[in-house]
């Protein structure tokens, strides 16, 4: 299995604009999480799904952001409209359920 | 609001040391306790995981569990260059909590 696949690797983008960031879960993982990591406040989680459905999207900083998860093999993260504040590391990481988590490599999200 | 602690550290150790990593958490429900290891700028990947009070041992890890004091712990056994990275401390309900982080560094 080629593990959790995240694209873009590398976000540069200006304020104002929007961002979607992308997912590929392990294949046969029930559970996908996303997570936002910064020096200043570390690994932040910011929404998971059991079975495509979102569980807990508390972690959510405010409604600039959104998540989906349409199918079994892919969710999406988006920012809109992106501020400077946003800039981080984004992880996907997917488990079965219960069970230890894989993360992705992440995307370097950079907000001018 | 659930917590995990961790030290910031740095902590420092000689090769061939014993470094050992401390955690507690709030949440008195909590089922499951990992340990992941992060390189500079690499994603977190697991070392081990923990369900039961007591050790669970694997190669040069050691993870220690105490339910009752809330409290989970890593010791790495003849730590080399290569294990200087943060580890982070994470505690499963139904959702995942991380704590900071500490950053390990093992000097040759």
């Known amino acids: 299995d080629a593990g959790v696949i995240q694209s873009p690797r590398h976000e540069v983008t200006e304020m104002g604009q929007e961002v979607t960031l992308r997912c590929k879960p392990i294949?046969?993982?029930?559970?996908l999480f996303w997570y936002r990591q910064t020096m200043m406040r570390g690994l932040e989680l910011l929404i998971y799904f059991n079975n495509n459905v979102p569980i807990d999207d508390s972690g959510m900083p405010e409604d600039r952001f959104s998540a989906k998860m349409p199918n079994a093999s892919f969710s999406t993260l988006k920012i809109q409209p992106s501020e400077p504040r946003d800039s981080a590391v984004y992880f996907c990481?997917?488990?079965?359920?219960?069970?230890?988590?894989?993360f992705g490599p992440g995307t370097r999200l950079t907000v001018l | 609001q659930k917590e995990v602690e961790q030290n910031s550290g740095p902590l420092s150790v000689p090769e061939g040391a014993i470094a050992s990593l401390n955690c507690t958490y709030s949440d008195r429900g909590s089922q499951s306790f990992f340990w992941y290891r992060q390189y500079s700028g690499k994603s977190p990947e697991l070392i081990m995981f923990i369900y039961s009070n007591g050790d669970k041992e694997d190669g040069r890890f050691t993870a220690q569990l105490n339910k009752a004091s809330q409290y989970v712990s890593l010791l790495i056994r003849d730590s080399q260059p290569s294990d200087s990275a943060t580890y982070l401390c994470a505690v499963r309900d139904n959702d995942m909590r991380f704590g900071a982080g500490t950053r390990l560094t093992v000097k040759p």
């Open positions: 294949s046969g993982h029930n559970s």
């Open positions: 990481a997917s488990s079965p359920t219960n069970h230890e988590q894989f």
